[in-house]
């Protein structure tokens, strides 16, 4: 079976500075897909970034970005110019392919962001 | 473009009633899911649905827990007989049909039970 850790249960970071957050999992398929979701204090989950894991290339949305290290087995997100609006909770998830018959997200537990002004 | 909606977003039932938990999914999509988050955790898979059929069922309580996606209206997550332990946010999400991929998610129904 497949599982999602998040060793960093919190961070903080300073306005404007970059900040990365840790995630790894196990799992014994070759293809899937990873994503990162942020739930700000309102809790409504919001998709972040997402990578396919066959793509070599890192996943990228403006101040978000990805290091994907299939063979460790490693998706760490990185938060450029951090801003006041970045606070948040930040789960890190994993999926299998649609032909495996499986369908649901397997969640890390979490990382709270903190930032500073 | 409305997102996932559901309601109500929080329900307070007493020990023994029943809880109902609807979701409506985006335009277009015809694929739902239910997780539930217990308070400081990650969100739990619980059981994902087509219209009028339960796909996967596999981390769906055996008791107590019911879900279904009927042809029209909302899909249901229904709950009976609550307990203090059912005390959770419970999400739903979707995805259209032939992309199941990437799941968006509602706002959630934050559950507590006196």
């Known amino acids: 079976a497949q599982t999602v850790t998040q060793s960093q249960p919190e961070m903080s970071v300073q306005e404007a500075e970059t900040v990365t957050l840790s995630c790894t999992y196990d799992?014994?398929?070759?293809?899937?897909?990873l994503f990162w979701y942020k739930q700000p204090p309102s809790r409504q989950m919001i998709l972040v970034i997402r990578?396919?894991?066959?793509?070599?290339q890192n996943a990228t949305e403006n101040r978000f970005s990805v290091n994907f290290q299939k063979a460790a087995k490693s998706f760490s997100l990185k938060i450029s110019d951090s801003q006041l609006g970045d606070a948040a909770m930040y789960f890190c998830?994993?999926?299998?392919?649609?032909?495996?018959?499986?369908?649901?997200?397997?969640f890390g537990t979490g990382t709270r962001l903190k930032v500073l002004a | 473009n409305a997102g996932v909606m559901q309601n109500p977003r929080h329900l307070v039932r007493r020990r023994g009633q029943e809880a109902r938990l609807r979701c409506s999914p985006m335009?277009?999509?015809?694929?739902v899911y239910w997780y539930r988050q217990l308070p400081e955790e990650g969100l739990k898979f619980m059981v994902y649905?087509?219209?009028?059929?339960?796909?996967?069922e596999s981390g769906m309580p055996k008791e107590r827990f019911s879900a279904e996606f009927p042809k029209e209206g909302p899909s249901i997550l229904r709950i009976q007989q609550v307990v203090r332990g059912d005390s959770a946010a419970y999400f739903c999400?979707?995805?259209?049909?032939?992309?199941?991929?990437?799941?968006?998610f509602g706002p959630g129904t934050r559950l507590l039970v006196l």
């Open positions: 999400a979707s995805s259209p049909p032939g992309s199941t991929e990437t799941q968006y």
């Open positions: 799992t014994s398929e070759s293809d899937y897909y």
């Open positions: 990578q396919e894991a066959y793509k070599q």
């Open positions: 998830a994993y999926r299998s392919l649609p032909l495996s018959g499986t369908y649901k997200y397997i």
């Open positions: 335009k277009g999509h015809s694929h």
């Open positions: 649905l087509q219209k009028e059929n339960i796909i996967d």
